[in-house]
T-cell receptor, first 118, second 114 residues
Framework: AQSVTQLGSHVSVSEGALVLLRCNYSSSVPPYLFWYVQYPNQGLQLLLKYTSAATLVKGINGFEAEFKKSETSFHLTKPSAHMSDAAEYFCAVSDRRYSGGGADGLTFGKGTHLIIQP | DGGITQSPKYLFRKEGQNVTLSCEQNLNHDAMYWYRQDPGQGLRLIYYSQIVNDFQKGDIAEGYSVSREKKESFPLTVTSAQKNPTAFYLC?????????????FGQGTRLTVV
């Protein structure tokens, strides 16, 4: 079965510091990978997705993620944290074995709560 | 503006009651989904529908029911058979073009059993 592991349920960084949120996946076939952000009491918004076109993926709000097949990782980074980045971040994986053709094959990680210290 | 509307935002239910959560989309998406979110658990798929008048069980369908009579609407009923219904419920939609499909989410409904 495909799975996603997000290391660290809570990550705290200072404003202006590097943000690094870790995601490792398990999949025996080429995966599609996603990062979503959730602000308090709201739905999820797509930050970026990897679809095999390029290993370094740039997303919204200055975030980017690098696909590393050898490490089965898709870590999310941002060079300089802003107070508005405080939110819950979810990594998700999908592959052709589990998807009927849409987002029904998405498997989500348990989320990482990003805290920004002033 | 196109998007997904969930209502109500907050819902309280007495034990033994059925409640229905509304989800409407105007994105012209074929597929719609219901997820349940619990603290520290990520999102789990309850039901999904690829097309009108058809739907499939997800990972945790027991105690829930859905209908898809219109392309725009995918209501979720939480029945009295659901033993632990208190959670945050998210509706989503997408086009249907493969496993790289992005899901678009509503703002969620927080259900509390009192």
């Amino acid at each position: 079965a495909q799975s996603v592991t997000q290391l660290g349920s809570h990550v705290s960084v200072s404003e202006g510091a590097l943000v690094l949120l870790r995601c490792n996946y398990s999949s025996s076939v080429p995966p599609y990978l996603f990062w979503y952000v959730q602000y308090p009491n709201q739905g999820l918004q797509l930050l970026l997705k990897y679809t095999s076109a390029a290993t370094l993926v740039k997303g919204i709000n200055g975030f980017e993620a690098e696909f590393k097949k050898s490490e089965t990782s898709f870590h999310l980074t941002k060079p300089s944290a802003h107070m508005s980045d405080a939110a819950e971040y979810f990594c998700a994986v999908s592959d052709r074995r589990y998807s009927g053709g849409g987002a029904d094959g998405l498997t989500f990680g348990k989320g990482t709560h990003l805290i920004i210290q002033p | 503006d196109g998007g997904i509307t969930q209502s109500p935002k907050y819902l309280f239910r007495k034990e033994g009651q059925n409640v229905t959560l509304s989800c409407e989309q105007n994105l012209n998406h074929d597929a719609m989904y219901w997820y349940r979110q619990d603290p520290g658990q990520g999102l789990r798929l309850i039901y999904y529908s690829q097309i009108v008048n058809d739907f499939q069980k997800g990972d945790i369908a027991e105690g829930y029911s859905v209908s898809r009579e219109k392309k725009e609407s995918f209501p979720l009923t939480v029945t009295s058979a659901q033993k632990n219904p208190t959670a945050f419920y998210l509706c989503a939609s997408s086009i249907y073009q493969g496993p790289n499909t992005e899901a678009f989410f509503g703002q969620g409904t927080r259900l509390t059993v009192v």
